[in-house]
């Protein structure tokens, strides 16, 4: 179980969050000018990285804020937490 | 069978309380600070249970969490009986009742037995291979397997016992109370961090503090009276806390542990009363010190797993620690030096050991010397290739080893004895560093896997024997300066400390010990518990297993309650032996926690019964108790169901309800719908996006229902939602669906239209809402409001009003669920349950009747409204529910617009909701149940299902709603609901079976 460090309320235990997927997927502005394969891109496909991964948590059980994590699965290793709309600090 | 073993000698047993307890119906005696294993040891009682396939008698092994062969069952109450306990950690209690399991009539005499003759027919995969055919057998086959599996006795009535979970923060963790684990916790404590040690003993210092040797001092002092003074210095250290009795179970990531301290288990029966049983601790540390040790290994030979054979160490624990002779006639056989500790350890005690049985060729350690000293016989270069006897070692054989160790020469010479001790060297308890990620690497010198420090998880470090270190001098110093860094200290209390210990440790490892017989002739045990052999082995790999996680289970090695701790390894060695392997390449199966059997109460802890789950009720529960409602949960809510009067059953109870709520008046509890308080100046244009319809031109006081979506296009949630002001909104959701739709709003909010202002707080909570509805709705609300005007003109369908009830500001909605004239009274919780009642005093003449979520699922259902999780599963569009009409088109956007046209979802035969009706209007079917039309053609093509079914008061027919393949096409078709014993005949009709004008909602 992870420390995550709530970018907004600092260390607290994983049982406080959620987690929402990978990160860093915009939702189309104009959905209706895609075709049904880039709509089926951006509805359906989703990394699964054994590795570096980006991804979204939510603080559910506390601020209740997303934000952006960077977690190596490999070894659960969290290397960055930002800001929703914040650029990754690495790459 | 009643001699006494026991030694009068200075041990750590207090010979002076004697405790009774029984084994086997057999009165025995013990003293205070045995476990079960040394007492009946004590007592000459080497047979404990039988094997797991064969039947085969089986005696205490080890004497410590590793024992595979004795575990027994602890008392026989139907609640508290515990089952696979060993033995050899069960401490001694006055009236502890001990059994024998995997045995039947006695363990003396035991039917199964006839499976060890039965053995050649019995090989690795045998369930696999035999029960494969016909697969229509399988439910005969499994009747039989399932008796024969399983060793004791699950308790079959629940648990009274109390357990605990505490979580428990420290900068410090020491897993290990031997040597380096002492040495650990006082380098920590004495830097001033907050330590915890725990010990699954109920005494500190390993297998160091019963080690009386001269070969062993540390400065100057024999080292079990240096570590018992170190001991004792603990105590000092108010920051360190240490915990016996305490086992680790598992080591997450983030250095989060969990340990199982056990504080009533080895208490009498009486003293137990009103105490926790086992408390579970959850462990977040700083930092962790690995100090597990290392467990001896067995020798893998033919029958080597009779009762007497016992690992070598556990030999000597047995006397030096518990003064425990076990046996009176004892010989040793081994392939390193620690055999020879035991022989002196053994000779001390008066027990001259027959004769030792060495593989290696010589040893020119201190201890060898010092035993042959004492003028003990040793057979060099030679190895024990049988044992007779059945429920008591009588005689071992041995013959001499060819050079290459290959094959054995010359002739078998045979050694009686009533014990045979076995050490096959040492394998360090790497199970919790794996647990943490750690990765290990093969140390080939002496065949062991030890953590690999470049692969170790940071804040972690393993000490001592378990990281690989068995000579004296080498876990003591290296202890000290590996935690010098780790711990960073500038220098420590032991900088000048002196060992003298043996120097040597030579090893000479076989895997598999030869014999003039072929393998198929021998039966070398692998896996004591599940009865594996080194011929099932190899025969899994000549049936082509070659991943190690499939030979395991392939074989059943390693996977019994002792998860294979003793013999893990020689399967891996045999493995890598028959195919040529490198051990280090061919690695280890995975380490699981926990690392001993953890109890179920210690698992659930005090979230048991009613503190299983949360549970919800609304403001108004008292009032629904008092009035003997019927409750149903709907996730973590408990709603009514129905109020059953003068002995109804439910049938009759919603009968009644649903015919008083058209005909005069019902009530229902609507307070479980999630309310989100909605409010921004962008809060129009966000309903906008979040729902298939529009929302701008909404006026104010003005409801709408609104339909959510996935990004798929599938239908998600539903509400009614109210503005009450420009920038003010209520929505409605569904009770299930309501923290979800909140926090899916909240994602929307904040990751992709961060630019809206919009602020969303959850009010379900807040506000209770009472529904009112029927024809004479408006007469009961009229007195309960007198100065509202609620003519059709100035509070029509569709519309809100702020009110008062006795000068407590409400929300009244003029919504329906139901079809009829109906309001919903918001008001704040806590007057909630005063204004229900005042409801139903104004509503008294009117028949005002409470109804639950039965009646109300019925009258939607007549009006052919659907709810979301019931008639939708995440697979229907808007359109599939035949509701185009909420799905705003000219809309640029909304959340699962795209969905809508995509190839999938604009398919004719998707799965479309219809109506049904029964050909016998009585009739009434099963939520779920089938529809197909030709039942003749198999096989049988379904095309849907039933997703609401009920009996209709108002219409007095039976009425469905179903999902049928391009249902919207077939109104009027006929179908057939295939039941067990009938098949029902059903058209699809409408989905509206009552006032499909809506003239009610205005009557």
Redesign the interface.
């Known amino acids: 179980?992870?420390?995550i460090n709530c970018p907004y309320c600092g260390e607290r235990?994983q049982t406080e969050f959620s987690c929402?997927g990978e990160a860093h997927i915009?939702?189309?502005k104009?959905?209706?000018e895609?075709s049904?394969d880039q709509?089926?891109e951006y509805?359906f496909m989703r990394k699964n990285i054994k590795g570096v991964q980006f991804e979204?948590w939510?603080h559910?059980h506390g601020c209740?804020?997303?934000f952006n994590m960077v977690r190596d699965t490999s070894?659960?290793k969290i290397q960055a937490v930002y800001k929703?709309?914040e650029k990754p600090p690495i790459k | 069978m009643s001699k006494n073993l026991r030694i009068n000698k200075n041990n750590f047993i207090d010979q002076t309380t004697r405790i009774s307890f029984k084994f086997n119906g057999q009165k025995l005696f013990g003293y205070k600070g045995d476990t079960l294993a040394s007492a009946l040891l004590a007592n000459n009682i080497h047979l404990v249970g039988r094997s797991f396939k064969y039947h085969r008698p089986r005696g205490i092994m080890t004497c410590g969490s590793e024992e595979p062969n004795a575990i027994v069952q602890i008392g026989n109450d139907p609640s508290l009986t515990d089952p696979n306990v060993r033995a050899t950690e069960i401490e001694l209690y006055e009236g502890l009742d001990a059994s024998s399991q995997n045995c039947w009539p006695s363990v003396n005499f035991d039917i199964g037995g006839i499976n060890n003759f039965l053995s050649p027919l019995l090989p690795a995969g045998f369930y696999y291979k035999t029960f494969m055919w016909p697969a229509s057998f399988w439910e005969k086959y499994e009747y039989f397997i399932r008796h024969s599996a399983g060793l004791g006795k699950a308790p079959t009535k629940s648990d009274p016992d109390i357990y605990d979970h505490q979580y428990s923060h420290c900068d410090v963790l020491v897993v290990g109370g031997g040597i380096s684990g002492i040495i650990s916790a006082k380098l920590s404590a004495e830097k001033g961090l907050d330590t915890i040690l725990i010990d699954d003993k109920s005494f500190l210092g390993g297998s160091t503090i019963y080690q009386e040797n001269e070969c062993y001092k540390i400065n100057s002092i024999n080292s079990n009276k240096w570590l018992a003074n170190e001991i004792e210095s603990l105590k000092n250290y108010p920051n360190l806390i240490i915990k016996n009795r305490t086992s680790l179970a598992a080591f997450?990531?983030?250095n989060?542990l969990l340990a199982r301290e056990s504080l009533t288990d080895h208490l009498s029966v009486n003293e137990r009363k009103g105490k926790v049983r086992q408390r579970l601790w959850k462990i977040?540390a700083k930092k962790v010190i690995i100090a597990s040790g290392s467990i001896e290994r067995p020798l893998i030979f033919s029958n080597n797993d009779r009762p007497g054979i016992i690992l070598s160490s556990s030999i000597k624990k047995y006397i030096d620690y518990y003064g425990v002779k076990t046996g009176e006639n004892i010989s040793l056989f081994t392939n390193n030096d620690s055999a020879y500790e035991t022989a002196i350890s053994l000779y001390k005690s008066g027990v001259k050991v027959n004769v030792i049985v060495d593989i290696r060729k010589n040893s020119e350690s201190l201890i060898v010397k010092k035993a042959l000293e004492l003028g003990l016989k040793v057979l060099w270069e030679s190895t024990v290739v049988d044992t007779q006897g059945y429920k008591r070692i009588k005689s071992f054989e041995v013959m001499k080893l060819s050079d290459d160790g290959n094959n054995v020469v010359g002739d078998r010479s045979k050694y009686n004895c009533d014990c045979l001790g076995i050490s096959g060297g040492w394998t360090p308890m790497v199970h919790l560093f794996t647990q943490s990620?750690g990765k290990l690497k093969f140390r080939n010198d002496d065949n062991a896997f030890i953590p690999d420090e470049n692969k170790t998880?940071s804040n972690q470090i393993s000490v001592g024997s378990c990281n690989g270190e068995f000579k004296l001098n080498e876990i003591v110093v290296n202890t000290i300066e590996n935690l010098k860094s780790f711990l960073s200290l500038s220098n420590s209390c032991y900088d000048e400390i002196k060992i003298i210990c043996p120097d040597e440790k030579s090893k000479r490892n076989i895997w598999l010990l030869p014999s003039d017989k072929p393998i198929g002739k021998t039966k070398p045990f692998l896996d004591f518990q599940n009865d594996s052999t080194a011929k099932d082995v190899k025969l899994a790999l000549r049936e082509g297993f070659k991943s190690i996680e499939h030979v395991k289970r392939y074989t059943t090695t390693g996977m019994g309650t002792d998860q294979g701790k003793l013999s893990n390894m020689h399967a891996l060695g045999i493995i890598a032996d028959t195919t040529g392997t490198n051990m280090g390449e061919l690695g280890t199966t995975t380490f699981r926690p926990p690392y001993t059997p953890l109890t179920f109460g210690a698992i659930v802890g005090r979230n048991v019964g009613e503190f299983f789950d949360h549970t919800r009720k609304t403001a108004i529960h008292n009032w629904h108790v008092k009035n003997k409602a019927e409750f149903e949960n709907v996730g973590q809510w408990k709603r009514p169901w129905y109020f059953p009067k003068n002995g109804e059953n439910m049938h009759q109870a919603v009968q009644r309800e649903s015919k008083a709520a058209r005909d005069s008046s019902g009530i229902l509890d609507a307070s479980t719908l999630g309310k989100i308080d909605i409010q921004g100046s962008d809060a129009s244009e966000f309903l906008n996006r979040i729902y298939t319809n529009a929302w701008s031109k909404l006026e104010i006081g003005k409801c709408r229902y609104g339909l959510m979506l996935n990004?798929?296009g599938m239908v998600y949630d539903d509400g009614v939602t109210t503005r009450l002001g420009e920038n003010h909104y209520i929505m409605t959701t569904t009770t299930g669906g309501a923290a979800n739709v909140l926090?899916k709003l909240?994602?929307y909010l904040?990751?992709?239209w961060?630019e809206l202002d919009v602020y969303l707080t959850t009010v379900t909570d807040q506000y209770s809402t009472i529904s009112i509805c029927g024809p004479n709705s408006k007469k009961i609300l009229a007195k309960i409001v007198p100065g509202l005007d609620l003519s059709d003109n100035n509070f029509p369908h569709m519309s809100f009003k702020n009110t008062k009830i006795s000068n407590v500001n409400c929300r009244i909605m003029r919504i329906s669920f139901t079809g009829e004239h109906s309001y919903e009274i918001n008001i704040q919780s806590n007057y909630a349950e005063d204004v229900w009642i005042k409801c139903m005093e104004a509503g008294k003449e009117f028949n005002l009747t409470p109804y639950g979520t039965e009646t109300m699922h019925l009258l939607r259902a007549e009006k052919g409204f659907i709810i979301t999780g019931q008639d939708t599963d995440g697979t229907l569009t808007p359109s599939d529910l035949q509701m185009d009409w909420i799905i705003g088109k000219k809309k640029?956007?909304f959340i699962g617009?795209?969905?809508l046209y995509?190839?999938d979802t604009i398919r004719e035969d998707r799965k479309q909701l219809v109506g049904l009706l029964t050909e016998d209007p009585k009739e009434i079917f099963e939520e779920g149940a089938q529809l197909v039309e030709n039942i003749n053609k198999k096989p049988i093509e379904m095309l849907g299902h039933v997703t609401s079914s009920y009996f209709s008061p108002n219409l007095n027919k039976s009425i469905a709603l179903a999902v049928v393949k391009s249902g919207k096409k077939l109104k009027g078709k006929k179908l057939i609901v295939p039941m067990e014993n009938k098949n029902i005949n059903v058209t699809i009709t409408d989905t509206v079976f009552y006032d499909k004008e809506n003239k009610r909602l205005n009557a």
């Open positions: 179980m992870f420390i235990d929402g915009e939702r189309p104009q959905p209706t895609l049904d709509w089926a509805l979204r939510n559910a209740r804020k997303w070894n659960d929703m709309g | 997450h990531g983030y989060y977040r990620g998880p990004e798929d926090s909240e994602d904040q990751t992709e961060p640029f956007d617009k795209r969905s995509r190839s």
